[in-house]
Nanobody, 125 residues
Framework: QVQLVESGGGLVQAGGSLRLSCAASGRTFSNYVMGWFRQAPGKEREFVGAVRWSGGNTYYADSVKGRFTISRDNAKNTVYLQMNSLKPEDTAGYYC??????????????????WGQGTQVTVSS
């Protein structure tokens, strides 16, 4: 059974940094894409970025490009989201998703099969 567990959220001042982790277990993820999404109250789940587990190709939303970086540690089966220069508008619950996909990196949350429980990020002004 696939399990995704996020951690690392918290309260940070604008301009600060946080690193989120997504620990994956339950299967081999070599042909998977691991995505990060966020959701603020009353809003739809928004694509942040994703990484292809095999090869490490990444893709980011324009709103975070240059500020956020996704990486993975194959030995730990963990994906990271390094968030720098945080803004109050980055405040949201952050979720890790996973889907098997060898052809492209999905940015639509509906295409992801597995999800973690989320971790809250709050950026104060």
């Amino acid at each position: 059974q696939v399990q995704l567990v996020e951690s690392g959220g918290g309260l940070v001042q604008a301009g600060g940094s946080l690193r989120l982790s997504c620990a994956a277990s339950g299967r081999t993820f070599s042909n998977y894409v691991m995505g990060w999404f966020r959701q603020a109250p009353g809003k739809e789940r928004e694509f942040v970025g994703a990484v292809r587990w095999s090869g490490g190709n990444t893709y980011y939303a324009d709103s975070v490009k240059g500020r956020f970086t996704i990486s993975r540690d194959n030995a730990k089966n963990t994906v990271y989201l390094q968030m720098n220069s945080l803004k109050p508008e980055d405040t949201a619950g952050y979720y890790c998703g996973a889907v098997a996909n060898n052809w492209y990196i999905p940015s639509d949350a509906r295409e992801y099969r597995y999800w973690g429980q989320g971790t809250q990020v709050t950026v104060s002004s």
